[in-house]
């Protein structure tokens, strides 16, 4: 048995079963339950290295040929394939309380098992491909069949088009580069190329104007999977383009490109969210900024750069996940979500309204929930560099927790004789208190993600050094 079969085939292979063979009442089980086992086995079985059961010697190598092209994951890759199979299992058991299709688990699994495969092909350029493919299959997710595609599902699959031609471009370019970075016409054109692709790929500013239309016009909780899933491993390859070519590391304008693009998302992402009416346009906001956090990680000059980029994605992935299922169950009695139509729901929807405004609340960075020992990470490396970076990147932060606020008060607007009651399911009950509790751990003891993201760095051989 070899790594890739187990965390890119397997998975794929389920998500088929999936999609043809069972129902959407037992889809979510077999889901949560796939990922649960392959995070486990990536948690506890080492890569390449022979584990002795009594009589019994397991041994999972590290790679497999397959249409010409090598797929490698290493030792250094568990932790990392246990955090993500992990996030997906939680995203997969809430697709029953969320409403979701049976399509959701089938094509979130492919979906999955291609992004993991992006990070282990080789030649790794060709992750570019495997990230266009993933997201092509979300399409099918967002539109229902027999409807056309709405402005949102348009732009972002036009956007993802785009950003591959120039990642492939560059990525020829950037060979020659290496070999001559003296040429500084080369250099410049791989470099412009190559900010371009993903500038397209994560949505920089103005080019995320996609993800608030998506959060307007599909399902919150499907939009808030693409939200979650695919900028986590563009910013992967990203890292991975950093790490092998020592002049991009280098460059001084590359990292301030990064401060500049990072700082607008923040502070515009944070600023329209601000000033929305709309909860599901709000979350698709605060997504987008906290992608902008990302990209700001990015152009820190130290060697902290690695740790604090990973010590994001998780609670990431919990503040997604419960703010999409809480969207999803509110939807259900104010279709159009927009702040007339959800007015006075905190007393007919307590449990799902607290798990909106602490996941909101936790992407603002606020004390005491998963959100806040990421950030102040982020911050103190701002600090240090550059005081106008870190100002703006408060005011986004800020803008956020404005809309929080508004958030709540139009969610407890209800006159004074209206009764408070439950009207969500023992399911949906439970998920939403699993993922609240969630973000009260990993705020207040932030040390529980240790063990998932002390070894990550080892995945980048030169970044941070």
């Given at each position: 048995m070899n790594a890739p079969t187990i965390w890119i085939f397997v998975p794929f292979a389920a998500g088929l079963f999936t999609l043809f063979f069972l129902r959407n009442r037992f889809s979510a089980l077999v889901g949560g339950v796939v990922c649960v086992v392959l995070a486990l086995i990536a948690l506890r079985i080492p890569i390449d290295t022979a584990l002795v059961l009594g009589s019994v010697s397991i041994k999972i190598s590290s790679s497999v040929q397959f249409f010409g092209r090598s797929f490698a994951l290493g030792t250094a890759d568990g932790p990392l394939i246990a955090v993500i199979y992990g996030l997906a299992a939680l995203w997969f058991f809430g697709t029953e309380a969320s409403g979701s299709a049976n399509r959701f688990v089938s094509l979130g699994l492919m979906i999955v098992s291609l992004l993991t495969a992006s990070i282990a092909v080789e030649p790794f350029l060709f992750a570019a491909l495997l990230l266009g493919i993933a997201a092509m299959l979300v399409v099918p997710l967002l539109v229902p069949l027999y409807q056309s595609p709405g402005r949102g599902v348009v732009r972002f699959l036009i956007y993802q088009t785009f950003a591959m031609p120039f990642i492939l471009f560059s990525g020829w370019m950037l060979a020659g580069?290496?070999?001559?970075?003296?040429?500084?016409?080369?250099t410049l054109q791989a470099g412009t190329a190559l900010?371009?692709?993903?500038?397209?790929?994560?949505?920089?500013?103005?080019?995320?104007n996609w993800a608030p239309m998506l959060m307007e016009e599909n399902s919150p909780y499907v939009t808030g999977f693409l939200l979650w899933a695919l900028p986590t491993f563009t910013v992967i390859f990203a890292l991975g383009f950093l790490d092998r070519y020592a002049w991009l590391r280098a460059s001084p304008q590359l990292s301030n490109a990064f401060?500049?693009?990072?700082?607008?998302?923040?502070?515009?992402?944070?600023?329209?969210?601000?000033?929305?009416?709309?909860?599901?346009?709000?979350m698709g906001y605060a997504a987008i900024t906290e992608v902008g956090l990302f990209v700001l990680a990015m152009g820190l000059k130290t060697t902290e750069v690695v740790n604090t980029i990973f010590l994001l994605v998780i609670p990431r992935g919990l503040e997604l996940a419960v703010w999409a299922l809480a969207l999803s169950i509110i939807k259900r009695k104010a279709y159009s979500l927009r702040f007339n139509e959800v007015r006075g729901l905190a007393r007919r929807y307590p449990i799902a309204v607290a798990a909106l405004v602490l996941s909101h609340l936790s992407m603002t960075g606020f004390p005491l929930l998963a959100g806040f020992p990421p950030r102040l990470a982020l911050w103190q490396g701002l600090a240090g560099q550059s005081l106008t970076v870190s100002f703006w990147a408060f005011l986004g932060l800020l803008g956020l927790l404005v809309a929080a606020?508004?958030?709540?008060?139009?969610?407890?607007?209800?006159?004074?004789?209206?009764?408070?009651?439950?009207?969500?399911?023992?399911?949906?009950?439970?998920?939403?208190?699993?993922?609240?509790?969630?973000l009260f751990v990993l705020g207040m003891f932030p040390q529980v993600m240790q063990p998932f993201i002390a070894g990550l760095p080892a995945l980048f051989e030169h970044l941070g050094q």
């Open positions: 580069v290496e070999a001559s970075p003296s040429d500084l016409g080369a900010g371009l692709g993903f500038a397209f790929l994560l949505g920089v500013f103005p080019l995320y401060q500049l693009a990072g700082v607008v998302m923040v502070a515009s992402g944070g600023l329209f969210a601000s000033q929305e009416k709309h909860i599901g346009r709000i606020m508004r958030t709540l008060a139009v969610f407890v607007m209800a006159e004074e004789d209206k009764p408070w009651e439950s009207n969500e399911t023992w399911t949906q009950t439970v998920m939403l208190g699993v993922g609240m509790i969630g």
